[in-house]
């Protein structure tokens, strides 16, 4: 008996057999349906705002339907970039939009760009809200290699950035730069991001 079975847990199996049981099916299929309509609506709307960004992008011959089609890679290409840059710094799109945008930043194909992808997080450039500033640094991890090193040693240390660098200690533990190793010893005793250091550094020991 696995563990979650000795504390009462259920397969969702049993947990739909026990409300048919119960006679609350018909109940849960409407709360399900219902908070699927309004997710559907929802991204709806998100998708009519982003509106602007897919003509962009089409205008400079990637043809999206939604932004969200940038998220597999596959319609990356230079061209796009400084369009993505554009529109991430317009405060008018919901912040599910422009996170997307960041995270379709997350690539090498974005490097020539790197200035701006650091302004994006060291001087919040874009204004981004603190639920989504974090995903800049998920964009530099992206875009770093080893000869970017300098700027993400000093973005690492930054505490004003709070756990906004929590991406960029990925970029450290990747790289063979003995600095980033030393910093990441550092970092074990920061009171933002020291935790998920011990933990990454745990996990490393492991593999």
């Known amino acids: 008996m696995t563990d979650k079975r000795k504390h009462g847990y259920k397969t969702l199996a049993e947990a739909h057999a026990q409300l048919k049981a119960e006679g609350k099916w018909e109940e849960y299929q409407a709360t399900v349906a219902f908070k699927e309509e309004e997710r559907r609506q929802i991204w ?8 602007p960004i897919v003509e962009a992008l089409g205008a400079v011959g990637t043809n999206v339907s939604v932004v969200a089609e940038l998220l597999d890679g596959r319609k990356l290409d230079p061209r796009i970039i ?7 710094k317009r405060a008018e799109y919901p912040d599910q939009i422009r996170e997307m945008l960041l995270r379709a930043l997350g690539s090498p194909i974005a490097r020539p760009y790197w200035s701006e992808l650091v302004g994006l997080l060291e001087r919040n450039a874009a204004q981004l809200s603190a639920d989504i500033r974090y995903v800049a640094a998920v964009a530099i991890d992206g875009a770093a290699n080893d000869s970017l090193i300098e ?14 660098r929590g ?3 990925f970029t450290l533990m990747r790289s ?7 910093l990441l010893l550092e970092l074990r005793d920061d009171p933002f991001i020291g935790k998920e250091v011990k933990k990454m550094c745990r996990l490393a020991r492991k593999t």
């Open 44 to 51: 709806a709307a998100w998708n009519r705002a982003a509106q």
């Open 82 to 88: 400084p369009v993505l840059l554009e529109h991430v």
């Open 151 to 164: 700027d993400v040693l000093r973005l690492a240390k930054n505490r004003d950035l709070g756990p906004h």
């Open 167 to 169: 991406p960029l200690l």
């Open 176 to 182: 063979k730069d003995p600095r980033a190793r030393m």
